[in-house]
């Protein structure tokens, strides 16, 4: 059913999908500054920029503890409320889940400069504060859904089972679902992570000074300076997406949930 | 005394339309009773509330003269097999078993002790230390019912536990759960909707329809004689009939086949109805035979079609009485398709039910309350 | 489902806390931002906002300038990706897993980073200037940067994955069966193609077509660099109000229009699958 014509239009896909990361690959290495292509010479000057350059450096720690702060809480509630979905059939459920995927249907950077009027309104709020709530409320969606589909994967009757067996509630879950979880629970941690960890456009409102997320002083250095120093960081954080999403690509089957 | 004691329940889902409405049932001490019926019946509903994980709107559970029905699930000492099994994926097939007495808190010792042989008893010995996923249908099974054993429960409930295995397997594990359960002497309700496996496994068979029981009875009475339209479907009467009562009499009632008077078995229970009363007359295929020709003893008919079984060869046989389905060996006379036949009755093996009472059956008895009610 | 006592109690324990937070955190401000679009700083309530922004032509040339872009996108990745998605459901499930897994890795790195390797390729002294310089087809670099191809480019790299990944599972679900039947009725492989795997896979194009053109049309980064401050998007718009003119009404109207766009469009998706099923 395969004909040759539709191998061809995989190799274009894979070209298109693809070929960008190796031209930032290839310039990232390149000795000449304004980024005239094919690069010359070879360098790793850029890369020691991108570590002399304290607004990535400080902004790669903010990012890390945003994301890793933001998918954690976003995941212990979340975690309820997707059990609630699966395991129970109530009035309201339909607008619970409205309500908890709203976030990916309000573009991000609406959600971003409504959230910095309304913090503004609410008074004096930390940069980091403000940050914080509004990457948990955009996780929220990727949260309640991958744990969904795993807690839906395990038959509700294994809990009951448990609890005929003489496990409380509590219990039930503790010993028998949540170790049963482990696979859609990391797969929703690295997916809220990386969420986070790339988000441009709520981040762009809710930053303040001094306090700036990765992507965002990414965006901001591209305003002043056009040399691969951009293209060197892009290229370090390529291989940590690589290393990250292939490690839980081949644990957990990461693809499943996307 | 019955050991188990269902009174009264009504559980309903949906307000207007209750599963089950004031259902009583008892289940003696170490008896094996299977509750058979087609999907939806309240068969389940009425395990499920057993167990504990149905709140009743009414009615009360009653196990060894203490009332269950406010109990929660865990509380409740009661073994249950599920039919998908149900067991712990990432645990091995030795803490599976474990659980339930690790929730009681048994001291290891006595843990380690009691799995080995609940074990030994399904056979599983070799297996303690897989998982789940690393046996096959038949092993799941057997862990699974270990696993509800072990704790060595009031009651054990059963919802179709076979019927996830092939037709072989089904055979042999209908045969361990029924030495298990009588090697335990334990008290034992069983769900199922296949007809023969309520039969080969149970001491007695309540059948159920619409929430309601149709009749209760050891497997002989319940295959030899149903008392309902309903029964007698369910149990493979493929033919039936209706006809007017001739007269009855010392536990005989008289109707007309062909030419001739018939005989049936009739019980004074069931009354003793005018002569002229309508009832409806059920038999199975292999309780009618066939002979070339046109005879006076019995009913005149012709051959519509014939199916080979190996052993056996079913006709369909057209007469005024309507269509029947008759099973002859296939070492006696064959009829092609067309042939005149006169079909003899074997009525030992006939039942009649009276057609008011049919009637109140079939066309749902839930309708005419439901009526009552308003 | 199971049915348990005290349900409504432990439902309420389990959604709330989350609940609340969604609700004060993200519905409260989209309420105060729909307040602020008809209520301007000094005044009373009003509509003028919006009379505003339909009224002004440049702000109606950005907003349709922002629907084009998205048609062209969503049309551009769904042409690159059905044949292709065919191609990988077909696959053995070994060597499509790891396929599958780079058509993910593009959406897990940042927006930035993707999109300044077309700066590169597009630049004045970039990939395609210098070919085409070293071919002699032109005598001066064209600018490429800050214009809608450039645009265009961006986003469909940036959304291609969106198309192929729901394309992909509706495709994997149609059975070898059913394809050969079609073959052996005498269809060839085009005919198979648009009779059979087209309509059969009309749900993962709405799917993926709602995603990428919803995308494109609130994308920032891709307008930002690659537009620039002169060829403005519906985002590129907003945060010029709202950061550098300073204007939060007029930038409230803007967001607003954002989002009724693409209710409107998840709203139309809704319909379409109800039709199908």
Redesign the interface.
């Known amino acids: 059913?395969?004909?040759r014509?539709?191998?061809v239009?995989?190799v274009?896909?894979?070209s298109?999908?693809?070929?960008?990361?190796i031209?930032?690959f290839m310039?990232s290495f390149g000795a000449n500054a304004?980024?005239?292509?094919?690069p010359q010479g070879f360098t790793l000057d850029w890369f020691a920029n991108v570590f002399e350059t304290s607004q990535f450096i400080d902004s790669f720690w903010i990012s890390l503890h945003l994301a890793l702060l933001s998918t954690v809480v976003s995941l212990v509630?979340?975690m309820?409320?997707a059990?609630?979905l699966t395991?129970?059939?109530?009035a309201g459920s339909g607008m619970?889940e409205t309500?908890?995927s709203?976030?990916i249907?309000?573009?991000?950077?609406?959600?971003g400069?409504?959230?910095l009027?309304?913090?503004v309104?609410l008074g004096d709020m930390h940069v980091m504060t403000g940050l914080f709530?509004?990457h948990?409320?955009i996780l929220?969606p990727y949260s309640?859904r991958v744990i969904s589909a795993s807690l839906r994967n395990?038959?509700?009757?294994?809990e009951?089972?448990?609890?005929?067996?003489?496990?409380?509630?509590l219990?039930?879950f503790l010993?028998?679902v949540l170790?049963?979880m482990q696979a859609g629970i990391a797969a929703a941690f690295v997916l809220g992570f990386?969420t986070s960890?790339?988000n441009?456009?709520v981040s762009?409102?809710l930053s303040g000074p001094g306090v700036t997320t990765?992507?965002v002083s990414?965006?901001s250095y591209?305003e002043y300076y056009?040399d691969p120093t951009?293209?060197a960081?892009?290229t370090l954080?390529?291989i940590f997406?690589?290393v990250?999403?292939?490690t839980a690509?081949r644990v957990l089957?990461?693809?499943q949930f996307? | 005394m019955p050991y188990l004691e269902i009174r009264d329940l009504t559980v309903s889902y949906d307000k207007n339309q209750p599963t089950l409405e004031r259902f009583s049932l008892n289940v003696e001490q170490g008896e094996l009773l299977s509750l058979l019926g087609p999907s939806g019946c309240g068969k389940t509903t009425t395990l499920r509330s057993v167990a504990g994980f149905i709140r009743p709107d009414a009615g009360q559970i009653v196990i060894n003269d203490h009332d269950y029905t406010r109990l929660p699930p865990n509380q409740r000492d009661i073994g249950l097999v599920f039919q998908s099994y149900a067991l712990f994926p990432h645990l091995t097939v030795f803490y599976n078993v474990a659980f339930g007495l690790r929730m009681r808190r048994i001291p290891k010792k006595e843990v380690k002790e009691r799995v080995t042989n609940a074990l030994k008893m399904v056979g599983l010995e070799a297996f303690a230390n897989r998982r789940p996923a690393q046996l096959s249908g038949g092993q799941q099974q057997r862990v699974a019912l270990a696993r509800a054993t072990v704790i060595e429960p009031q009651v054990l409930l059963l919802d179709e536990p076979l019927s996830n295995l092939d037709a072989r397997l089904r055979v042999d594990m209908r045969q361990e759960i029924r030495r298990l359960q009588q090697q335990l002497g334990i008290t034992t309700l069983y769900v199922t909707h296949d007809q023969v496996e309520a039969m080969s496994i149970s001491d007695r068979v309540v059948v159920m329809n619409q929430g309601e029981i149709e009749q209760i009875g050891t497997p002989e009475d319940i295959f030899a004689a149903p008392e309902t339209v309903f029964v007698a479907d369910f149990m493979g009467f493929d033919n039936h009939f209706n006809a007017a009562v001739e007269s009855v009499q010392d536990s005989k009632l008289t109707v007309t086949w062909g030419g001739a008077p018939i005989e049936l078995r009739w019980h004074s229970k069931f009354g003793s109805p005018p002569s002229g009363a309508r009832a409806e007359i059920f038999f199975r295929a292999d309780s009618a035979s066939l002979l070339a020709g046109t005879e006076a003893s019995g009913l005149a008919g012709e051959v519509i079609l014939h199916t080979f079984h190996g052993n056996e060869v079913q006709y369909l046989v057209e007469t005024d009485l309507g269509e029947f389905s008759i099973m002859q060996d296939s070492d006696s006379e064959r009829f092609a398709p067309g042939a005149a036949v006169t079909v003899q009755a074997h009525t030992q093996k006939w039942i009649a039910i009276l057609e008011e009472t049919a009637a109140r059956r079939v066309t749902g008895e839930k309708n005419d309350r439901a009526q009552a009610k308003y | 489902m199971i049915r348990r006592p005290n349900q409504t109690r432990t439902i309420i324990l389990l959604v709330s806390p989350a609940f609340i937070f969604v609700i004060v955190f993200f519905i409260l401000p989209l309420i105060f931002l729909l307040s602020q679009s008809v209520l301007p700083e000094d005044g009373d309530f009003t509509l003028r906002g919006y009379l505003d922004f339909f009224q002004s032509r440049v702000s109606w040339i950005v907003y349709l300038r922002t629907l084009k872009l998205g048609l062209i996108v969503t049309g551009i990745c769904v042409l690159m990706s059905y044949p292709a998605a065919f191609v990988l459901a077909r696959m053995p499930s070994r060597r499509r897993s790891f396929l599958m897994s780079l058509v993910i890795l593009p959406l897990m790195t940042n927006a930035v980073a993707r999109t300044f390797a077309w700066l590169i390729i597009l630049g004045r002294r970039g990939m395609i200037n210098q070919t085409l310089l070293s071919l002699d087809l032109i005598e001066n670099p064209v600018r490429f940067i800050f214009t809608e191809t450039a645009i265009v480019l961006g986003l469909t790299q940036l959304f291609l994955p969106l198309m192929v990944l729901p394309l992909v599972s509706a495709m994997e679900n149609i059975p070898d069966d059913v394809l050969e039947a079609a073959r052996s009725l005498g269809a060839n492989r085009l005919t198979t193609f648009l009779r059979i795997v087209v309509p059969l896979s009309s749900d993962g194009l709405v799917l993926g077509a709602t995603l990428v053109f919803t995308g494109s049309v609130t994308a920032f980064v891709t307008p930002a660099i690659l537009g620039g401050p002169r060829l403005l998007l519906m985002s590129t718009l907003l945060r010029q109000e709202a950061v550098i003119l300073f204007d939060h009404h007029a930038a409230a109207v803007v967001a607003v229009v954002m989002i009724l766009t693409t209710l409107a469009v998840n709203l139309l998706l809704r319909v379409l699958r109800v039709q199908q099923s």
């Open positions: 059913m395969v004909s014509w539709m191998y239009s995989l274009i896909l894979y298109f999908l693809l070929g960008p990361f031209i930032i310039a304004n980024l005239a292509f094919p509630m979340g309820p409320v059990y609630a395991r129970f059939q109530f619970v309500v908890f709203a976030p249907l309000v573009p991000g950077l609406v959600i400069f409504a959230m009027n309304f913090f309104l709530i509004g948990t409320a929220f309640v395990l038959a509700p009757y294994v009951d089972a448990a609890v005929s067996l003489g496990a409380n509630r219990r039930g010993l028998v170790p049963n990386i960890f790339n441009v456009p762009l409102f990765l992507p990414m965006l591209l056009f951009i293209a960081l892009s954080l390529v997406t690589v990250l999403v292939q690509e089957g990461l693809s996307v």
